[in-house]
């Protein structure tokens, strides 16, 4: 009898149990995939995440300053609109990562950015807000 | 199923360590420019709000860095949502600043 086929000793620990992971509706299904696909779906949230803090600080900043400055309330609008849009980014980040973990596990196709096209269109819509605002503030001036 | 134990010449996990730390900054950050921007306008309830979640962002990434960080434990979901959370919160409490101006 070779020693692969011994009995493991009556002392030794039982193996670890692997710690349940949550959320169960990602990890309850496919098979662990490449830890780098893994890192770079949550690192791609976290980047969701840090373009949701860059609105926010800016619709804060904007606010402060039309606040200092004493200008329009139009700006005071557009900066809500601008964190608004900050935290539904950061909300989308979070819907985004378990929807493409899915996708990873179980070996499907990723799902386009949605939320990318939605990003563009506002960022665009804030610029032209912003610049119409120095125009038309430039002129009565 | 294969992992990434040797080797690792893409710095996987240094890359997504940094990219918390960054998101962490950034969290923080906000939360002190809203949390000035509140105390030059006198609106308590936001400073308050928003230094709390500051310093609850700060100590959680303090904590997460002296204890290490090994992919997996815990699942990156443990901490993406309060980090989205946070900023949720700073999202919402920027807006009322903002609205509150507006109406004032």
């Known amino acids: 009898m070779s020693d692969r086929d011994e009995p493991p000793p009556a002392h030794e620990p039982p193996p670890r149990r692997q710690p349940e992971r949550r959320p169960e509706s990602v990890y309850g299904v496919g098979d662990d995939p490449d830890v780098r696909f893994s890192l770079a779906n949550e690192r791609t949230a976290l980047a969701w995440i840090r373009t949701g803090v860059g609105l926010v600080g800016g619709g804060i900043a904007l606010t402060s300053f039309a606040a200092f400055a004493d200008l329009s309330t139009v700006l005071d609008v557009v900066a809500a609109c601008a964190c608004l849009g900050g935290g539904v980014l950061a909300l989308y980040a979070l819907i985004a990562w378990r929807r493409n973990e899915r996708a990873i596990r179980l070996r499907l196709p990723l799902p386009p950015p949605s939320a990318l096209p939605a990003l563009v269109i506002g960022l665009v819509v804030f610029a032209v807000a912003i610049a119409g605002y120095a125009l038309w503030s430039g002129s009565t001036r | ?104």
């Open chain 2, 1 to 104: 199923m294969t992992h990434v134990t040797q080797g690792d010449g893409g710095l996987q996990r240094e890359r997504t360590r940094l990219a918390w730390q960054r998101t962490a900054l950034g969290v923080v950050l906000g939360c002190a420019v809203l949390m000035l921007a509140a105390i030059r306008a006198r609106e308590e309830g936001v400073v308050w709000a928003s230094g709390t979640v500051g310093v609850l962002t700060a100590l959680a990434a303090a904590f997460a860095a002296s204890r290490g960080w090994v992919h997996g434990t815990p699942t990156p979901w443990r901490l993406l949502a309060p980090t989205a959370g946070a900023v949720m919160v700073l999202a919402i409490l920027g807006a009322v600043s903002a609205v509150v101006r507006t109406l004032t």
